[in-house]
Structures are given as structure tokens and as C-alpha cells.
């Protein structure tokens, strides 16, 4: 079953610390791996995507990683700060098929000062 | 450039009553669609298009209706509503002609149902 799971599903820390955010996939056949950034009251907003023959990509403060063997992926957030307070949410894109989107269901980052 | 604009921002109905949500988008995207989010349940593709004229189911359809006249325009119809149909709703667009085009979302309708 096509399943894309997140962990933690919260996280608490504090301003100008770093975190870790975990997302593993059994999707197949994988076509990318995209994180959205979702604030409160809002829709969610791409943040980085990354293919097959992509390892690590970074876009500022944030660095994703991707190891396709193992169907992991990670959201690594340097020196935190408090607009980084949101829900991260994960979605797999499959090769195949008219729905090919696989979404978790997001980590919810607060950053308290 | 307003992206995707959804109306309106929130809704209560009773049991029993329709209603439409509106979404429209102004990137020429062909693809829009659909989702509804619940806590702890994710994103779920409601319904979506690939073009004007042309919708398909996704993963939870029933009690939802949609039509896309224009490639602008993609109203959610809720025919008769139900409890279970309290959520936030989210419209989102993209580009068909490439895999890596990202969903554009808008900012979502909360509705509640009576």
C-alpha cells in the first residue's frame, strides 16, 4: 500500500535550536518527494522538492535529504525561529496512476522563546 | 498575482443544506483539485480536473459535487450536508506538463456542519 508516514507528530523547541523532521515512504514508483510548509490558517506552501538522483538540497535555514534505497527523507531546520512555528507536511509523488500524490500527515513544529 | 482564492473563508450550514465553495486561480494552472483536512487524518483528494470540461473522483467523493466550466474556476458543491462533512477545505492548482510542478493552494474554507 502506498503509504507516506511522518514522525514526530509534534516537536517543541526553543528559538535558535535546530531540528530534525522524519518522513518514510513506501510509495512505488517514486517520482519526487516534496515539503510543504503549512502556517496556522493558512494553505500549505512548497518548500523544496526532490527527486530520484537528488541526496540533500537546502533552501536557506532548511536542508532535505533523500535516500531513495532506504525511502527515507528528512527536513533538517538550522537555528530556529519563531515563523518557523507550523506543520510540515510531506507528499510523494508516484509515477503512475490519475491520483499520484501520497500525503502524510504532517509534524507540527512549535518554536517557543 | 492572487494565486488561488477560495470564498468563502468560513461557512456554517445545518444538517440538510447545500452550499457552494467557491475556488478560483489566476496562473493559468490546467490541474486544480480538491481536498479536505481533518485532524490527525492528512490532506484527502476530494475531487479534480485536468481541465475545463473534463473532473474526476478522488479518494472521498461522496456528498461532493464539482465542474470546471473555465480553467479558472473549480466550485466544490456540497449537495446535502452532513456532520461528517465539518472540515477545512483547501483548493489547490498546478501545471499538468511537468511532474515537479508544485500545488498551489489557497488559504482554505472552514466549514462546520450543524
Known amino acids: 500500500k502506498n503509504q507516506v508516514e511522518q514522525s514526530p507528530q509534534s516537536l517543541i523547541i526553543l528559538e535558535g535550536k535546530n531540528c530534525t523532521l522524519q518522513?518514510?515512504?513506501?510509495?512505488?514508483?517514486?517520482?519526487?518527494l516534496r515539503w510543504y510548509k503549512q502556517d496556522t490558517g493558512r494553505g500549505p506552501v512548497s518548500l523544496t522538492i526532490?527527486?530520484?538522483?537528488?541526496n540533500t538540497k537546502s533552501n536557506g535555514r532548511y536542508t532535505a535529504t533523500l535516500d531513495a534505497d532506504t525511502k527515507q527523507s528528512s527536513l533538517h531546520i538550522t537555528a530556529s525561529q519563531l515563523s518557523d512555528s507550523a506543520s510540515y507536511i510531506c507528499v510523494v509523488r508516484r509515477n503512475s496512476g490519475n491520483t499520484p500524490l501520497v500525503f502524510g500527515k504532517g509534524t507540527r513544529l512549535s518554536v517557543i522563546a | 498575482n492572487a494565486g488561488v482564492t477560495q470564498t468563502p473563508k468560513f461557512q456554517v450550514l445545518k444538517t440538510g443544506q447545500s452550499m457552494t465553495l467557491q475556488c478560483a486561480q489566476d496562473?493559468?494552472?490546467?490541474?486544480m483539485s480538491w481536498y479536505r483536512q481533518d485532524p490527525g487524518m492528512g490532506l484527502r483528494l476530494i475531487h479534480y480536473s485536468v481541465g475545463a470540461g473534463i473532473t474526476d473522483q478522488g479518494e472521498v467523493p461522496n456528498g461532493y459535487n464539482v465542474s470546471r466550466s473555465t480553467t479558472e474556476d473549480f466550485p466544490l458543491r456540497l449537495l446535502s450536508a452532513a456532520p461528517s462533512q465539518t472540515s477545512v477545505y483547501f483548493c489547490?492548482?498546478?501545471?499538468?506538463?511537468?511532474?515537479?510542478?508544485?500545488?498551489?493552494f489557497g488559504n482554505g474554507t472552514r466549514l462546520t456542519v450543524t
Open positions: 526532490m527527486t530520484f538522483s537528488e
Open positions: 489547490a492548482s498546478s501545471y499538468l506538463d511537468s511532474l515537479n510542478s508544485p500545488l498551489h
Open positions: 518522513c518514510n515512504y513506501t510509495v512505488s514508483p517514486f517520482s519526487n
Open positions: 496562473m493559468n494552472h490546467e490541474y
